[in-house]
């Protein structure tokens, strides 16, 4: 069974700094995708980045990188330069080949200004 | 489509009464999600459909809900005798197959929910 852990509920960040965002995961599986969304307040799900099990490199989009460390089973989203749009929920999620997409309890960052 | 249709964007029903959620997943995709998401939780895998083969029901919380998808593309999701704690954010998402999106890493397209009430 996979199980996606995020121990922040919340966290609070100044503008134009950086943040991470904590998450690890339990899986048997040696084959699984690790994944990042934001939910704005608006309620949408927006993917923001994705890193592969057998990916040696973290993964990089834009302001977001992910921090793969596959021994230690974590994923952290580091955002660089928040911004005050930046303010919602943050998902880790995980899938796998016999699994479907499971998701983390959230994060809430607030980015202030 | 461009995107991932959910319909009614709100809905608020008595408790006892059944009502109907409706996903129409963007062109192509073969996979399609249910999740629930109650208010400030994250979210609840509830079932999956792929292609023609038979659905993932795993996550349903009752016999109360159900869903189909017909011919590989619309699904709904009915939930029958609603109760009080039925109500959150019923979310779809749409992908192209399982294993596509894990070596392409390519996420889930999401809809923007149902929000049901149940009163």
């Known amino acids: 069974a996979q199980k996606i852990t995020q121990t922040q509920p919340g966290m609070f960040v100044q503008e134009k700094e950086a943040v991470t965002l904590d998450c690890t995961y339990d899986?048997?599986?040696?084959?699984?995708?690790l994944f990042w969304y934001k939910q704005p307040s608006s309620g949408e799900m927006i993917f923001l980045i994705y890193q592969g099990s057998y990916d040696e490199q973290n993964a990089t989009e834009g302001r977001y990188s992910l921090n793969f460390q596959k021994a230690r089973k974590s994923a952290n989203l580091v955002i660089s330069a928040s911004q005050l749009g930046d303010s919602a929920m943050y998902f880790c999620a995980m899938t796998a080949l016999n699994n479907d997409m499971r998701f983390g309890a959230g994060t809430r960052l607030t980015v202030k200004p | 489509g461009a995107g991932v249709s959910q319909s009614p964007s709100n809905k608020v029903t008595e408790k006892g009464k059944d009502v109907e959620l409706r996903c129409d997943p963007i062109s192509g995709h073969t996979a399609l999600y249910w999740y629930r998401q109650s208010l400030g939780q994250g979210l609840e895998f509830l079932i999956y459909f792929q292609g023609n083969s038979a659905p993932d029901k795993s996550g349903l919380p009752s016999d109360r809900f159900s869903a189909e998808r017909t011919g590989g593309s619309v699904s709904t999701l009915t939930i029958q005798r609603t109760q009080q704690e039925d109500s959150a954010v019923y979310l779809c998402?749409?992908?192209?197959?399982?294993?596509?999106?894990?070596?392409?890493?390519?996420?889930?397209?999401f809809g923007s929910g149902t929000r049901l009430t149940v009163v």
């Open positions: 899986t048997s599986d040696q084959s699984y995708g």
């Open positions: 998402a749409s992908s192209f197959q399982r294993l596509v999106s894990i070596r392409q890493g390519r996420g889930y397209t």
